[in-house]
């Protein structure tokens, strides 16, 4: 069992930057890791992954270019920098981690993962 939560959320201006963190407890070897967010009236939808390894990364197209994710195994943390934020980026953030076999996998699809976080609000003011 893992249990995951997400830290660093709060209320931002339209181009300001914040950090998301997630502290991972439990059986927290390999798990690969991803952010995912939720707008008010919206599906959820994926933001980013990282590998066990923090080798590889995927990333939405509206994260590319804006948002980092990485990771510390020492410390059981994944991370989500997040900069030039806009409106858009108004969601609850949730953590979500699978327990893997490979150290270089991850995956996209919010159905994959075995565990989430009980989510962040994030809120972005024009």
């Known amino acids: 069992q893992v249990e995951l939560v997400e830290s660093g959320g709060g209320l931002v201006e339209a181009g300001d930057s914040l950090s998301l963190s997630c502290l991972a407890s439990?059986?927290?070897?390999?798990?690969?890791t991803a952010w995912f967010r939720q707008a008010p009236g919206k599906e959820r939808e994926f933001v980013a992954a990282?590998?066990?390894?923090?080798?590889?990364?995927g990333y939405s197209d509206f994260a590319k270019g804006r948002f980092t994710i990485s990771r510390d195994n020492a410390k059981n943390m994944v991370y989500l920098q997040m900069s030039s934020l806009k409106p858009d980026d108004t969601a609850v953030y949730y953590c979500?981690?699978?327990?893997?076999?490979?150290?270089?996998?991850?995956?996209?699809?919010?159905?994959?993962?075995?565990?989430w976080g009980q989510g962040i609000q994030v809120t972005v003011s024009s």
């Open positions: 979500a981690a699978k327990t893997v076999a490979s150290t270089t996998v991850w995956y996209q699809r919010g159905g994959l993962y075995d565990y």
């Open positions: 439990g059986r927290t070897a390999p798990l690969c």
């Open positions: 990282i590998s066990w390894s923090g080798g590889n990364t």
